[in-house]
């Protein structure tokens, strides 16, 4: 038998945003269809038309094009299965939903919303009463829906549930499930504005699309007997479903809870204007619900589709852990070009120093063994902009051998050498003030200590003495070297 070539499928519904979930569950697609030699497409679900959000779909566009997740086939890029948006598919439903109803699989409801709202608190106390329709239209008679339809009353289309059996499906990571069909609800799979419910134009698109496997969150699991039951009933074959387990998040007190706003940024663009790369989020969120054979976490996109296999997807809750996703970050910092650190520290550099011309290399040698977030920087880097205020104390260093005294004398030392120069880079620097140290016949680090914190300002800085003058240049740290010899003498 010929293998079908895989299709996966993205369908988010534009709300606006993009939920790390969500952004799993289109990585993961993207990798078990490309890890297959598969197709990715992208469709938009938008059959919710209360719910549209303006400019979501640009969300959707900006986030998978920032993580590199590009579709085969979708809206924006066509492909033979078009169009991609649900709401310009309309037409194609209601013709499936008709057939239903010609079969006897499917009816005509003509309940109106009272009635439903009657139903729904008249059975409030009932707990047998499963909270769904009662299905005071499932047998009509003929008659009585022709008359209804020729008058014009608005109707929905229900599916026809049995009601008796149950129904199993196979699921890749869950495995089988059973449910009894008398749970399942006959639920709408046309509303009353002719739109399509999401529960039935997602079967009717995974089949015209030729999707052959569905991937998407286990909250789905409860839903996929009703799917199952439509494949059925238009004796389509079912896809292979893989669900993916719950993303939790961890409370103050160490349990863990469904991951939401109280435990931290949950939209991809909030982690972005927090100082994620796109790349770490990409590479972290992977491994939220998979686990690689062998034993290692950093991996490009690229790497993902190379050992990604669907047999790694494990049911059990993933934890999303912020700390982690620092490190990450800090790795995929540490592992860019000095170029690309500085192209992406650029902004934050001018945050602090909107026009000033700094030595950028320098800056950068010293931030990138330390930084986490690019967001950092500022905080980081304003010492360079406005010495702050620090006590003479800070001079006194038990392990360089420097008190009060010593370092008046270190700094009156240096301040002569370094007015001497006209070669300011670290390099000139260092020689310059290690040849100091010889001949005064001191350790490095009693001159250097004095020196590094009149020049910062502060005793822990990124980078030590010479760096942090080399990007002070020249005026300023002569300037900055007085003002310490000035708190040691006063
Ligand atoms: N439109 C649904 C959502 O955004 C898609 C679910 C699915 O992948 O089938 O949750």
Request: net charge negative; aromatic share 10%.
């Amino acid at each position: 038998m010929q293998q079908k070539t895989v299709r996966t499928r993205f369908a988010p519904s534009p709300t606006g945003f993009m939920h790390v979930g969500n952004l799993r569950t289109a990585l993961y697609e993207y990798l078990i269809a490309k890890s297959l030699g598969g197709t990715f497409v992208l469709r938009i679900e938008d059959t919710d038309q209360e719910r549209l959000v303006e400019g979501a779909v640009d969300i959707i566009y900006n986030t998978l094009d920032k993580v590199g997740l590009k579709h085969d086939e979708g809206p924006d890029v066509g492909g033979e299965y078009g169009p991609y948006v649900q709401s310009e598919r309309k037409n194609i439903y209601q013709p499936y939903a008709e057939q239903l109803v010609s079969e006897g699989k499917a009816y005509y409801c003509f309940c109106s919303k009272e009635r439903l709202d009657a139903l729904h608190e008249s059975k409030k106390e009932d707990d047998t009463f499963s909270g769904g329709y009662d299905r005071h239209c499932r047998d009509l008679p003929k008659e009585e829906v022709d008359r209804l339809l020729h008058e014009g009353t608005p109707y929905v289309i229900r599916q026809r549930m049995p009601i008796e059996g149950s129904t199993t499906f196979d699921d890749v990571v869950y495995g089988s499930i059973t449910i009894e069909n008398r749970e399942l609800e006959d639920q709408i799979l046309i509303k009353s504005d002719g739109y399509p419910t999401y529960n039935f134009a997602n079967v009717i698109d995974d089949h015209l699309m030729n999707i052959t496997h569905v991937v998407r969150g286990c909250e789905y699991l409860t839903s996929t007997p009703k799917y199952n039951l439509l494949y059925q009933a238009f004796g389509w074959d079912v896809p292979t479903y893989v669900h993916l387990p719950l993303i939790m998040g961890k409370n103050e007190d160490g349990s863990v809870s469904k991951l939401s706003k109280r435990h931290g940024s949950t939209g991809f663009e909030d982690l972005i204007r927090e100082g994620y790369l796109p790349q770490t989020i990409v590479n972290y969120i992977a491994l939220l619900g998979w686990c690689p054979k062998e034993n290692r976490e950093l991996f490009t996109l690229q790497e993902l589709v190379e050992n990604f296999s669907i047999d790694g997807i494990s049911k059990s809750p993933a934890v999303f852990d912020y700390d982690k996703l620092t490190w990450f970050n800090g790795e995929y910092i540490r592992a860019m070009s000095e170029q690309e650190f500085i192209d992406h520290a650029m902004p934050y550099f001018r945050k602090v120093f909107p026009d000033a011309g700094l030595n950028w290399q320098v800056l950068a040698s010293i931030l990138q063994p330390r930084v986490t977030k690019f967001t950092q920087i500022p905080e980081m880097i304003s010492f360079l902009k406005v010495l702050p205020e620090y006590p003479a104390d800070f001079f006194v260093n038990k392990k360089s051998k420097t008190n009060l005294e010593n370092s008046a004398q270190m700094l009156k030392e240096s301040i002569a050498e370094l007015e001497k120069m006209d070669d300011w880079s670290v390099d000139s620097l260092h020689d310059a003030l290690i040849a100091l140290a010889q001949k005064l016949e001191v350790k490095n680090g009693t001159l250097l200590w004095p020196v590094r914190i009149a020049a910062a300002g502060m005793t822990v800085t990124p980078g030590g003495a010479m760096e942090i003058l080399a990007i002070l240049g020249k005026q300023e740290s002569i300037r900055r070297l007085h003002i310490g010899l000035e708190k040691l003498q006063a």
